[in-house]
Structure formats: structure tokens, C-alpha cells
């Protein structure tokens, strides 16, 4: 069962940036499709973005798209999400999140019950 460490969160002032990694226990390059989810007390736990296996496909929330980008270091068992121009509405606990599963369509990569393995989150906090 792999479990996932995130790490880079913290506090920014509105415009500036975060990287955010997620360090996975065990290999994820052959089979494991990864995201970031984030979540506001109070509310659901929203899509972010999310790569393929092999790092040849992201896909992103309308609201970051342009903004944010995910990218994963399959030598290193690590996925990123560099977060730019960053706006208080990103203020959220980020999670990242894994599947053992080679999914072909967009909307699977944004369903969070498609993600078995979980993280423990990242609180990020945009200051206006």
C-alpha cells in the first residue's frame, strides 16, 4: 500500500508562488496516476489537477488552469505542483492523491473517489 508525504505548503502573499511535493513510499511510474485535490472547511474536497503514469498527460481545474502545473519526478517518486500568481481563493488544505490505475479520460483523473491513496494534506494560505 503506498503511502504519500506532501510537503511545501505554507503562506504567501496574494500573486506570489508555492511548489508543493508529494513523496510516494514505492515506484508509481508504471501504473499510478497521481492528483492534487484541495479542500476549505466547510466545503467538498475539489479537483486540482492530476497527471498520468508516464507524465505525458495533466489535466487541470478551469480555476488553475494557466496558473498552477503539475509535473512528477517518476526517478524520485515525487509529484509537484507548482502553484504561481496564487490568489486567496487557493487558500485550502491540498491533498495528493493516488490510483493504481492507467485512466484514459479526463473525468476519471477528476473523480476523488477514483483515488485510492490518500495524503495527510497541506494547508495553504494566500494573504490579500
Known amino acids: 500500500q503506498v503511502q504519500l508525504v506532501e510537503s511545501g505548503g505554507g503562506l504567501v502573499q496574494a500573486g506570489g508562488s508555492l511548489r508543493l511535493s508529494c513523496a510516494a513510499s514505492?515506484?508509481?511510474?508504471?501504473?499510478?496516476?497521481m492528483g492534487w485535490f484541495r479542500q476549505v472547511p466547510g466545503k467538498e474536497r475539489e479537483f486540482v489537477a492530476a497527471i498520468n503514469y508516464s507524465g505525458t498527460s495533466t489535466y487541470y481545474a478551469d480555476s488553475v488552469n494557466g496558473r498552477f502545473t503539475i509535473s512528477r519526478d517518476n526517478a524520485k517518486n515525487t509529484v509537484y505542483l507548482q502553484m504561481n500568481s496564487l490568489k486567496p481563493e487557493d487558500t485550502a488544505v491540498y491533498y495528493c492523491a493516488a490510483a493504481q490505475r492507467r485512466y484514459r479520460l479526463r473525468v476519471e483523473y477528476q473523480q476523488e473517489q477514483k483515488y485510492a491513496y490518500w495524503g495527510q494534506g497541506t494547508q495553504v494560505t494566500v494573504s490579500s
Open positions: 514505492e515506484r508509481t511510474d508504471s501504473n499510478y496516476a
